[in-house]
């Protein structure tokens, strides 16, 4: 598992040990192997292939912790930056996340889970919650956000900026914080 908290096998270490013992390093490993391996695909004569992980994508853990209030539950805050032309293939989160856009237009078809929208606030006043249809591709810009339980979901950058997302998700203690389809 890397520092994300995406799934690699069966026998993953814990989030905390990997951050731990990797730190960064790992992370930009990950991200140049990711960039690596979307270039080797590029000169390919074959068809493209659907990313296995993230492309264009940057994640910075900013804080975590075992509330006290809700045993056996990890509380976490990443800054995720989707470059242009980047996204994330179908993949899921276990437990509850708000995902709020800070920058850029972003992309999100939800396939599964509880997924409410918030349209960002008019007038000191957010908009009525919407529910998001599933498998339609809805777009998000700066001060919206989703409050989604055990999300399933295929995201991208659908505008020419970076999109930058503060995700806010309250998980097991010890599991994936994403696992790819």
């Known amino acids: 598992m890397d520092p994300l908290g995406i799934l690699v096998s069966d026998t993953d270490l814990s989030r905390r040990d990997v951050v731990v013992r990797f730190g960064g390093a790992s992370l930009a490993a990950i991200l140049l192997a990711a960039a690596h391996a979307s270039h080797l695909s590029a000169q390919d004569a074959s068809p493209a292939a659907t990313p296995a992980g993230p492309v264009g994508v940057s994640a910075t853990l900013m804080g975590t912790g075992q509330p006290a209030s809700a045993p056996g539950l990890e509380l976490s805050l990443r800054r995720i930056t989707i470059a242009p032309g980047g ?93 790819f389809s």
């Open 87 to 179: 996204g994330v293939p179908p993949h899921s989160h276990p437990g509850a996340l708000v995902i709020f856009v800070e920058a850029g237009t972003w992309g999100y078809t939800a396939t599964g889970g509880t997924i409410q929208l918030t349209r960002a606030a008019a007038e000191g006043t957010p908009a009525a919650v919407e529910d998001i249809p599933m498998g339609t591709e809805v777009i998000l810009n700066p001060g919206d956000w989703l409050f989604v339980e055990d999300p399933e979901d295929d995201i991208r950058n659908a505008g020419e900026d970076d999109v930058v997302l503060f995700v806010a998700g309250l998980t097991q203690v010890g599991e994936p914080f994403t696992t």
